[in-house]
């Protein structure tokens, strides 16, 4: 069965605490990698895609890298505007093409 | 920059209502979408639609869901008899390909009361 997992679940840092978030995943094929930005109430917006192992992005603070089995997303210096709760969701080739998403991990960045 | 866009924002209604989503896609994109989630938990795919039809669907999205495209601008999730277990929160999306990267609108909170 198709499944992504993020960890951890929550994470609390401080201001200028670099860090990692995981998203292992086990998709049929996978055909894209993405990673979104979610506030409280909010819909999620798109950080990163990443298609092929070995693949990184960046963008400010953030940089998403891509392996055979997991993804991570690196957090350098974050400052307290980087909380949120971010997804990871993976897109499955096959006859039932979808978006498979993890639970998230809430991030807390303390100034 | 161009945005999806999704109305109403909040909608409360009645176990057994109707009720219908509103969304706006982004212009030139040619794939829509609807998730939803409940809160605390992960964003669910109901639905995909590609010209003018449905493309995919996931288990949830069974009779009393539909999904239209009245115009050229506008694509809408009907729910016929709203259940409880159906509040949440309704996310549109679109894409220009199916693998391309989808754009979320900021959702339309459902409570079914």
């Known amino acids: 069965e198709d499944q992504v997992t993020q960890s951890p679940e929550a994470l609390r840092l401080q201001e200028g605490e670099s860090s990692s978030l995981n998203c292992s995943y086990t998709v049929s094929g996978l055909r894209g990698l993405f990673w979104y930005r979610q506030d409280p109430g909010k819909g999620p917006e798109f950080l990163f895609t990443l298609y092929s192992a070995g693949e990184e992005k960046e963008k400010e603070r953030l940089k998403a890298t891509l392996t055979k089995k997991e993804s991570f997303l690196h957090i350098t210096a974050p400052k307290p505007e980087d909380s949120a709760t971010y997804l990871c969701?993976?897109?499955?080739?096959?006859?039932?093409?979808?978006?498979?998403w993890g639970l998230g991990t809430s991030l807390a960045v303390n100034p | 920059e161009p945005e999806v866009t999704q109305t109403p924002s909040h909608q409360v209604t009645q176990m057994g209502q109707e009720v219908i989503l509103r969304c706006v896609p982004i212009s030139n994109h040619l794939y829509f979408y609807w998730y939803r989630q409940i809160l605390g938990q992960k964003v669910e795919f109901l639905v995909s639609f590609y010209n003018n039809e449905i493309s995919e669907k996931s288990e949830i999205f069974d009779d009393q869901f539909s999904v239209e495209r009245p115009d050229g601008s506008n694509f809408t999730l009907k729910i016929r008899s709203t259940k409880l277990e159906d509040s949440a929160m309704y996310f549109c999306?679109?894409?220009?390909?199916?693998?391309?990267?989808?754009?979320f609108g900021p959702g339309t909170r459902l409570t079914v009361l």
């Open positions: 969701a993976a897109l499955n080739a096959g006859n039932n093409r979808k978006l498979i």
């Open positions: 999306a679109s894409s220009r390909a199916h693998t391309d990267t989808q754009y």
